[in-house]
């Protein structure tokens, strides 16, 4: 991992950072394409896709009932009674999020308010190739049933053989999913964006991806809604001496295994202790099975800093903005008020980016790349939408109606102006039922 020493007086910088943006202009074009193919010509397209890209011709993209039941039977009892307890504790988070419709009465009585309303259907990319995430199911579908959606769309991309992991399926199930297509990649986004002859289109798509689906994404916003843009995945873990050096590290590799381009940030407060993490990643990578793509991601993405103080080290974190931040420290709680930018906080020794992963309850889908500084978790109110609601009585308007028009005439709207202007005139001669109320 790559060594950055801050002297006792030097701020971090954000420009010290190796940082694989979330932007792809090569994806960017390759993924424009393929949409508007998906966009022109519909199934033919993802068809002619699923068989370049996944290596299988299917003649129906929808999992059909039959084979949602034979893949549900074959699903490892201990895998399903895990996937259910996560789901649980997803609900049970969510469920603290949701919003109600409100209205506000004022003296003069007009009356202001919103009406919150579910999003009609929702498209739930989940990704494959390097690893299965049923655990992406239930954390982008079960914030949607939460709010109320009533049709949630599952996109994820087809096995060598066409079928898909029975363990995804199992999680479509316990999360409500309506709909699931065995179609990934851009051409997957194109699809519940714009429709085909099969797949009708949805309002928002959600969930993670590769470069091409970020991508995809970026190209049909606008036309649809999206959660985020993410980038490769990241944890920051901040460590004093009170941390286990083999925790640390294996914390580290946790985020490292997920893909080469995954960056990982250790930030303490002597070379000393970061040499013993760095001697404990050499012998957890031992015995990984993902040794090969752990090592590329340190090699390449990881960095370690070391900080002069605490006060510093906070600082470097609001600096990276992390995706994920563990603070392996002894007071975790009492530093909780100095972070800023961070997706999802992981307090003390017990509390490994895992347990957030898959079931302590908030969100995984998180601001990646630093858009902490600005980005939320997914959350509840990405499924939902609120209209404004306005009723003013007579009184009200005529208590505004002066600044409404100076601020129209200003503008240069007279039609705006005269709307008012005319009510304010019937309101003085009690033309309008209530004018003299």
Not at 75 to 98: G, S
Request: charged share 20%; net charge negative; hydrophobic share 45%.
């Amino acid at each position: 991992m790559r060594r950055i020493e801050l002297e006792a007086n030097q701020a971090f910088e954000e420009s010290l950072l190796n940082r694989t943006s979330a932007f792809n202009a090569d994806a960017l074009v390759a993924a424009t394409n393929i949409v508007e193919a998906v966009r022109e010509r519909g199934d033919a397209a993802l068809k002619e896709f699923t068989q370049r890209f996944d290596g299988v011709e299917l003649e129906s993209f929808r999992v059909s009932n039959a084979a949602i039941d034979e893949a549900i039977a074959k699903v490892d009892p201990t895998v399903a009674k895990a996937l259910q307890k996560a789901a649980n504790q997803i609900h049970d988070f969510h469920e603290r999020q949701k919003q109600q419709s409100w209205f506000a009465l004022r003296e003069d009585g007009a009356l202001v308010g919103a009406k919150v309303e579910p999003l009609d259907s929702v498209g739930v990319y989940v990704p494959g190739g390097r690893a299965l995430y049923p655990s992406s199911v239930l954390m982008n579908a079960i914030p949607a049933s939460v709010a109320g959606v009533k049709r949630i769309v599952c996109a994820t991309p087809p096995t060598k053989d066409g079928s898909l992991d029975p363990a995804i399926v199992e999680a479509c199930r316990i999360a409500g999913v309506t709909e699931i297509y065995a179609i990934g990649g851009a051409q997957a986004i194109g699809a519940l964006a714009y429709g085909t002859e099969t797949i009708a289109p949805v309002d928002k798509i959600t969930g993670p991806g590769n470069a091409f689906v970020a991508a995809a994404k970026k190209v049909v916003s606008g036309d649809v809604g999206i959660d985020m843009i993410a980038g490769p995945s990241e944890v920051c873990v901040v460590a004093d001496e009170t941390a286990l050096p083999e925790l640390v590290a294996i914390d580290l590799m946790a985020q490292a295994e997920h893909d080469p381009l995954a960056s990982c940030y250790l930030v303490t407060f002597s070379s000393e202790y970061a040499d013993q993490v760095e001697a404990a990643i050499n012998e957890h990578m031992k015995e990984s099975t993902r040794a090969e793509i752990t090592k590329a991601s340190l090699d390449n993405q990881g960095l370690i800093i070391v900080c002069p103080s605490l006060p510093a080290a906070l600082e470097t974190v609001n600096v990276i903005a992390p995706e994920h931040l563990e603070l392996h420290v002894s007071n975790a709680m009492e530093l909780l008020g100095s972070i800023r930018h961070a997706g999802a906080i992981f307090m003390g020794e017990w509390t490994p980016e895992a347990v957030g992963d898959y079931v302590a309850g908030p969100n995984h889908t998180l601001p990646t790349g630093g858009t902490a500084r600005f980005s939320s978790p997914l959350s509840v109110d990405e499924f939902i939408k609120k209209s404004s609601v306005i009723q003013y009585s007579a009184a009200a308007l005529m208590r505004d109606a002066s600044a409404i028009m100076t601020i129209a005439d200003h503008e240069g709207l007279w039609a705006h102006a005269q709307s008012v202007r005319l009510r304010t005139k019937l309101a003085e001669q009690e033309v309008i039922n209530g004018a003299a109320e």
